[in-house]
């Protein structure tokens, strides 16, 4: 089935990728291989800095996007700018299908939905 949009809500956790077509919804669920381990804190690590990002975890998520044209990233925290450093540097044709990065707490997947398609709609009717 082909969806013309996507939304990527993720944490260090999970990823939820939720492709939306105008009569259907996909969603999908990653989980990096490694459970999350307070990426943000300097304190307590050897060498007093972070711990790199989960490029596998990032991978995933990417491949989950796929068959979207237009795709909105969000998130509570660096996640998603993390997934967004690692689409520029790993994955350039993708990059073009950002179309937004939001910062969003933690909805359920249906209060994410109706956020993706209200802010489609927006960015829709501001390119008319």
Do not use: C
Request: aromatic share 6%; charged share 25%; net charge negative.
């Amino acid at each position: 089935m082909s969806h013309y949009h996507a939304v990527v809500w993720l944490d260090h956790n999970e990823a939820h990728v939720i492709h939306i077509s105008p009569d259907d919804v996909e969603k999908s669920v990653v989980s990096p291989a490694e459970p999350h381990r307070n990426l943000h804190r300097k304190r307590g690590s050897v060498s007093g800095s972070r711990q790199p990002e989960d490029q596998h975890y990032f991978h995933e998520v990417v491949e989950a996007m796929k068959g979207a044209t237009e795709v909105l990233i969000v998130g509570p925290g660096q996640a998603k700018l993390e997934l967004i450093k690692h689409i520029h540097a790993h994955d350039h044709d993708v990059a073009k299908q950002v179309i937004g990065v939001e910062t969003v707490d933690h909805p359920s997947d249906a209060q994410l939905v109706a956020y993706a398609r209200k802010y489609f709609v927006t960015k829709d009717q501001m390119l008319s």
